[in-house]
């Protein structure tokens, strides 16, 4: 009799591993999925910082209704709409011309929303801190001025409550307080990209001091993820005030033009 030819035992425990390893890759992208885009406050809060604004809205509208958490995230979404529709030159000249202030629906439900969290709970500095970012791109800045004070009451620590300070009070024609709030700020953060950028932005626009404005644009650009929405303005601004004022080029090595220019691709 002849023996029949069956598959290998090396050939079916291959099939085994392969299927093995397809399972574990099957498990991986579900978690991975539902890790990422499932209705959760932090998926959302992923989508705000990436400027997709919809999908955000999209994921919070999914989530439990009445909660704090829920309402402070759709006043970030809204008040991030408005910024976004938002054009002009931020630096140099808001503050200045009202038609750069925030207006329409999106500033309005926004603040609807801090409000909303405030009246649960009184003492989130994080509701004031955003209250009073609203009150100021709406260009109400002594209501703004109460808000933000109120949150670095609750919150002493707080950088950005501090940069809006700062902005704040160069916006008003108080450069000196804004450049002793960020300089405060400085000390606590010096890591923090955002404070050396507002330092010398204030320095260049508001103070008019090219020489400190030189050295904080190098700093800035020396810690700042090269993402950053104003990079590329800062190395304009830092290229132009050096060739206008050598003698005030940084003593601070400016490691920043050693760095290989990298491509992103688009998505």
């Known amino acids: 009799m002849s023996r029949g030819k069956g598959v290998s035992v090396p050939v079916i425990v291959m099939i085994g591993i392969v299927f093995a390893l397809l399972s574990l890759l099957a498990i991986i992208s579900v978690q991975f999925l539902a890790g990422h885009f499932s209705p959760t406050v932090a998926n959302a809060e992923r989508c705000l910082r990436r400027g997709k604004i919809d999908e955000g809205f999209a994921l919070a509208g999914k989530i439990r209704a009445g909660t704090v958490a829920r309402e402070l995230l759709r006043g970030k979404l809204f008040l991030a709409r408005g910024l976004q529709q938002r054009t002009g030159d931020g630096w140099r000249s808001y503050g200045s011309n009202p038609a750069d202030w925030l207006q329409g629906a999106d500033a309005d439900s926004a603040l ?128 132009d005030l050096l060739s206008r004022y050598p003698e005030y080029r940084p003593t601070e090595p400016q490691v920043w033009r050693n760095r290989q220019r990298k491509f992103f691709s688009r998505r």
């Open 112 to 239: 609807g929303c801090f409000n909303a969290v405030l009246a649960v709970e009184k003492d989130n500095a994080v509701a004031w801190y955003f209250k009073g970012v609203v009150f100021k791109e709406k260009g109400w800045m002594d209501r703004a001025d109460d808000a933000l004070h109120e949150a670095l009451r609750l919150d002493p620590a707080s950088i950005d409550t501090r940069m809006a300070l700062g902005s704040l009070y160069a916006q008003t024609d108080r450069p000196g307080e804004a450049a002793d709030l960020l300089l405060e700020a400085y000390r606590m953060a010096p890591e923090n990209p955002q404070v050396a950028k507002n330092l010398a932005f204030l320095y260049r626009f508001h103070n008019h001091n090219p020489e400190s404005s030189l050295v904080w644009l190098n700093r800035y650009l020396t810690i700042a993820d090269p993402k950053d929405i104003d990079i590329n303005r800062a190395k304009t601004e830092f290229n």
